[in-house]
């Protein structure tokens, strides 16, 4: 699934947006790539506001922040990073 047109929370997330209210919400957990730092950022503050568990990870995090965050999705807890 590749956004990077068209990405950017005043755009929205239109390859995203469907998955948001579509029943697979309910359980589960999945992991989405995204090509830049900014977007993960983007994408991760866009399913919070949907009522969506998220968290962001990338290259540019504090090993500090990116093991809190690796923890709470392995554990099904999940940060406000």
């Known amino acids: 699934m590749k956004m990077e047109s068209g990405t950017g929370v005043a755009r929205g997330f239109p390859v995203i947006s469907p998955l948001v209210s579509h029943p697979v919400r ?9 090509a830049r730092q900014k977007t993960t950022e983007e994408l991760a503050a ?13 290259g540019g995090m504090k090993a500090e922040e990116k093991c809190a965050v690796q923890e709470a999705y392995i554990t099904s807890r999940h940060t406000d990073h």
């Open 26 to 34: 309910e359980e589960g957990s999945a992991i989405v790539f995204c």
């Open 46 to 58: 866009f399913l919070k506001e949907a009522g969506l568990a998220s968290a962001h990870f990338h």
